[in-house]
């Protein structure tokens, strides 16, 4: 019997869960069978849960992006899931990686100084790093342990759900006042520090809530669901991001596609009107609010101004850009100085010219095909949408910002090798109980 129990150690990725992850270690302690190579996994998964649960811009979650492709190389059992990714999605990875690279070595031709160029390096190891290798190492977690798209979106409704905690308990007083007397508060902006980057976390926790809640789930989970959606409404609205507001709207738009999977359709489009409901009144009553911050794309525009500016720099290195933009930022008559495009697309056009756009572009339009067929669609497309509406309005791809750590989830819905099996196992499609209980994969 014991030589059987041993033998039954096998770390397989094709047939591991998390139950099953749990059980081995639990093995392996008593029997000293591949403990090193079970428990460098069992810290991998943990790295990628803090990963999903903390999107914030401080020092252990920096240490964290790096440990989690470090952790990935040393264990063999990963390194297989990994090369299975990097050969089935070679030609994605090859339209996302050389674009900035191209640009990289242009860019190295003409500023030739090992400062400055140890600085540059620093733009394009930031890209590969924490969008394309963290997007491959979680998907090689999400395949390893059997893993379905709804599970890693409940990750994120983890993370969502911390953040807006934190935001609403920090500015409580302010909220009432705000409810009460409809007066303007300041703008929120969470853990995160940036009002623009916390809107779009609180976009993506609106329309993930709003997914999973169905008439199948446990009437305990729906009540916590709809608060969730509410709170994060709430503080999506007052984060005053213009880009978080039209990432919401361009998500319930997907969210409104005719979805033949989805049977729970008339109780989510009940709670998309109240949604709409709560918006007006919020617009109707708090005109300060909204209309102030969007007057000023007419009474301040700046943000017109600075598309202008970068849309020029970009013609003029139409096909493979400036990659540093270093002596690029636009500095206004009145000394204010603007260090970013202010949009994803036009950033990435900037640095790594036509190639680069056609990059990030085909990176969504990949992605809105890929999960259009799936069970999942009513789920995934708006959260994706939202991401590239948001892109629109602020962030880079290549900068220290959220968006990076926003796109590598993306990412790793896109690779998760058994996105099928939704369909494949009649997996329910808003049915939480596979988050909290996954089941056994055979």
């Known amino acids: 019997m014991f030589s059987i129990m041993i033998s039954s150690l096998k770390f397989n990725p094709t047939k591991g869960n998390l139950e099953k992850l749990i059980r081995d270690i639990v093995l392996i ?4 069978k591949k403990k090193k190579e079970v428990f460098s996994f069992f810290l991998f998964s943990l790295l990628l849960f803090w990963f999903l649960t903390f999107p914030t811009q401080g020092a252990l979650y920096q240490i964290t992006i790096y440990s989690i492709p470090l952790l990935c190389i040393l264990n063999s059992e990963c390194r297989t899931v990994f090369k299975k990714l990097l050969s089935d999605n070679k030609w994605l990875l090859i339209v996302l990686t050389v674009p900035v690279l191209l640009a990289y070595v242009n860019h190295s031709f003409s500023h030739v100084t090992a400062a400055y160029l140890f600085e540059a390096s620093e733009t394009v190891l930031r890209y590969y790093v924490r969008f394309i290798l ?4 979680g998907a090689v977690i999400v395949d390893y342990l059997g893993l379905n798209p709804l599970m890693l979106l409940g990750g994120v409704l983890i993370s969502v759900s911390i953040h807006c905690g934190y935001a609403i308990f920090t500015s409580f007083s302010e909220i009432v006042t705000f409810l009460f007397s409809l007066k303007g508060v300041p703008r929120m902006s969470g853990l995160i520090g940036s009002p623009n980057e916390f809107g779009l976390l609180m976009v993506i926790g609106v329309l993930i809530s709003l997914g999973l809640i169905s008439k199948k789930q446990n009437l305990y989970i729906n009540l916590l669901l709809v608060l969730v959606f509410l709170c994060c409404l709430l503080t999506t609205i007052l984060s005053q991001s213009r880009g978080a507001w039209f990432a919401l709207f361009v998500g319930f738009v997907l969210f409104l596609l005719p979805d033949k999977h989805n049977v729970y359709r008339p109780y989510q489009r009940l709670f998309f009107v109240i949604v709409t409901i709560l918006i007006c009144v919020c617009s109707f009553y708090q005109v300060d609010l909204l209309s102030k911050r969007m007057s000023r794309f007419t009474s301040d525009p700046a943000r017109l101004l600075i ?15 400036v990659y540093s933009l270093d002596g690029y930022f636009l500095r206004t008559v009145h000394g204010r100085v603007f260090h970013n495009p202010h949009s994803v697309f036009l ?6 010219g036509i190639l680069g756009l056609i990059s990030l572009g085909s990176f969504f339009v990949c992605g809105f095909k890929k999960f259009w067929a799936s069970t999942c669609r009513i789920n995934i497309l708006p959260f994706i949408g939202s991401v590239f509406a948001g892109g629109m309005f602020s962030w880079s791809i290549y900068g220290k910002t959220f968006y990076q750590s926003v796109m590598a989830v993306v990412l790793m819905l896109f690779l998760i090798r058994k996105s099928k099996s939704a369909v494949d196992e009649n997996i329910p499609i808003v049915n939480l109980t596979e988050f909290f209980c996954p089941r056994h994969v055979k």
Do not use: M, Y
């Not at 302690?29 to 000293?32: P, V």
């Not at 963290?134 to 190492?137: D, E, Q, R």
């Not at 950033?347 to 790594?352: E, I, P, Y």
């Open 29 to 32: 302690i008593k029997f000293k």
């Open 134 to 137: 963290l997007g491959l190492c």
């Open 347 to 352: 950033d990435a056009a900037v640095r790594a």
């Open 307 to 321: 598309w202008d500016h970068f849309f020029s720099v970009w013609l003029n290195h139409f096909w493979v850009g």
